[in-house]
């Protein structure tokens, strides 16, 4: 016979467990990417939002944050992934995948053989004017926010905390 606590105790060590499990600390074996597509809230090309999108484990070894940001017009459509995941279903990738921003590659096999009348299925990839890769893995969750803005605030909250120390 069990102590009438057990279940108790039971019920609160798997509602502990849980969220224990995905919780990402930034010390894990592989690359965290935020994921989000910028049709969500939270997910434009400058008003990221952390709280929202906890990021993602990369399935691949060695992988890439990437930050894709495609312009029509006043339109902009943000989407940031792991490139793993993106390398699946965009042709337009670029070779050069160091780190920074470098515009898409023209894939000229692309809808080759497709006679399709339906603009809205954009068999050729040619709505967007401006396809842009951003890519990074030196750091967690780097296909964020802007990365300039927060450089320059540790560059001055460095630079006060100097001046404290003199």
């Not at 894990?28 to 952390?50: A, K, M, R």
């Not at 396809?131 to 990365?147: A, K, L, M």
Request: net charge negative; with cysteine.
């Amino acid at each position: 016979m069990l102590p009438p606590t057990t279940p108790l105790i039971v019920a609160t060590a798997i509602l502990l467990a849980v969220p224990a499990l995905s919780f990402k600390t930034g010390l894990e074996d592989g690359l965290i990417c935020n994921v989000c597509v910028g049709t969500h809230p939270g997910c434009g090309e400058t008003g990221f939002d952390y709280r929202w999108y906890w990021g993602k484990m990369c399935p691949r070894y060695n992988d890439k944050c990437v930050k894709l940001i495609e312009k029509k017009g006043a339109e902009v459509m943000v989407t940031r992934d792991c490139l793993s995941n993106l390398e699946a279903f965009r042709t337009d990738i670029p070779a050069d995948k160091y780190e920074g921003c470098r515009s898409a590659s023209k894939d000229v096999k692309l809808g080759q053989h497709v006679f399709n009348k339906i603009e809205e299925l954009d068999v050729y990839r040619n709505h967007y004017d401006n396809t842009t890769y951003c890519f990074c893995d030196f750091d967690h969750w780097c296909n964020g926010g802007n990365h300039m803005l927060g450089t320059g605030w540790v560059v001055v909250g460095f630079a006060i905390f100097l001046a404290i120390l003199h």
